[in-house]
């Protein structure tokens, strides 16, 4: 390096962990498709790192990248922040591998 920077690139990742049948839960678990039909905006926002709803194309856009292993599980990921929502022992693998792909990126 010629010139090498003094400044730290240091950039925020927001993990919204939902978890299934967790403290207080009324043991009605909604599937993967529900969250998103039902949620959908607010999990596109959140994803987004947005405060407004977003257009139709954009929602589509991160539904479709929604991914789910079980029909009672979901993982939504963007560039700025991920939503999670499975059962607390299953969470945690999900979220050290979303902190191991944003540091790689």
Same mark, same amino acid.
């Given at each position: 390096?010629?010139?090498?920077?003094?400044? #730290?690139?240091?950039?925020?990742?927001?993990? %919204? &962990?939902?978890?299934?049948?967790?403290?207080? !839960? &009324?043991? %009605? +678990?909604?599937?993967?498709?529900?969250?998103?039909?039902?949620?959908?905006?607010?999990? *596109?926002?959140?994803?987004?790192?947005?405060? +407004? *709803?977003? !257009?139709?194309?954009?929602?589509?856009? %991160?539904?479709? !990248?929604?991914?789910?292993?079980?029909? *009672? &599980?979901?993982? %939504?990921?963007? #560039?700025?922040?991920?939503? +999670?929502?499975?059962?607390?022992?299953?969470?945690? !693998? +999900?979220?050290?591998?979303?902190?191991?792909?944003? *540091?790689?990126?």
């Amino acid at each position: 390096m010629i010139k090498p920077s003094q400044k #730290w690139l240091d950039e925020d990742y927001l993990i %919204v &962990d939902v978890a299934i049948g967790g403290k207080g !839960s &009324d043991g %009605v +678990v909604a599937t993967a498709a529900e969250l998103l039909q039902n949620y959908g905006d607010p999990i *596109t926002r959140a994803v987004r790192g947005e405060l +407004v *709803t977003l !257009s139709a194309g954009e929602r589509d856009e %991160v539904v479709r !990248s929604g991914l789910s292993y079980y029909p *009672t &599980d979901l993982v %939504v990921v963007g #560039w700025a922040a991920a939503l +999670v929502y499975d059962k607390p022992e299953a969470t945690s !693998s +999900v979220i050290d591998l979303l902190e191991y792909a944003n *540091t790689r990126a």
